[in-house]
């Protein structure tokens, strides 16, 4: 299957999954997480899950990072540049879904990239490789590319992987571990 052909298949899987499991799952991968060698460093970036394109949730996983009293990163996409911009989540963000029901801050405390020392990524499907396959945007690959080069890349994924993603591009970014309800992954891309 070619990169689409493989969107459209987990999009499918995933709309095929009730609330409660989708609950039950996340919190499976968020407690499952807790197993990553991860958890020493001070800056965490996090997607805030679209519920209508029924995403890992992940208010489990950011209770969690504030449970730690980690600084939680979030962005805002800009559609016009395909960049994302980082604010720090705290008490005072006002959260708002944008037109593609993107939760996303108003405004805030700007964090820049090389601060970032995990990011949590959304993702499709995923291979035993570590590549992933997103939306088709290229949001996360050039947000990823704009990091320090040592920045821990962390999928959280309802399915297992697939085989492999044959088309891979040079500026697809891969991923250092992925978390499912049932396992962690780890792929050599460090």
């Known amino acids: 299957m070619n990169k689409e052909e493989l969107r459209r298949k987990f999009k499918d899987l995933r709309l095929g999954l009730d609330n409660e499991d989708i609950e039950k ?12 060698p991860v958890w020493d460093h001070k800056y965490y970036h996090i997607f805030l899950s679209i ?3 029924k995403e890992v949730d992940t208010e489990f996983l950011l209770h969690i990072l504030q449970g730690k009293d980690k600084d939680v990163i979030i962005s805002k996409s800009d559609f016009k540049t395909g960049e994302m911009i980082n604010y720090l989540l705290t008490d005072q963000t006002v959260i708002k879904k944008n037109r593609w029901n993107i939760p996303e801050p108003v405004e805030g405390i700007e964090i820049t990239n090389n601060k970032l020392d995990v990011v949590f990524v959304p993702l499709l499907a995923f291979d035993k490789k570590g590549h992933r396959i997103g939306y088709g945007k290229g949001f996360y690959d050039r947000f ?20 492999e993603i044959k088309e891979v591009f040079e500026n697809d970014i891969p991923l250092n571990y992925c978390v499912t309800p049932d396992k962690i992954y780890e792929f050599s891309n460090k």
């Open 51 to 53: 519920a209508e394109q």
């Open 144 to 163: 990823l590319a704009a990091c320090k080069p040592d920045i821990i890349k962390i999928g959280l994924s309802f399915f297992e992987p697939i085989e």
């Open 25 to 36: 799952m996340s919190l499976e991968i968020a407690n499952r997480s807790l197993q990553l």
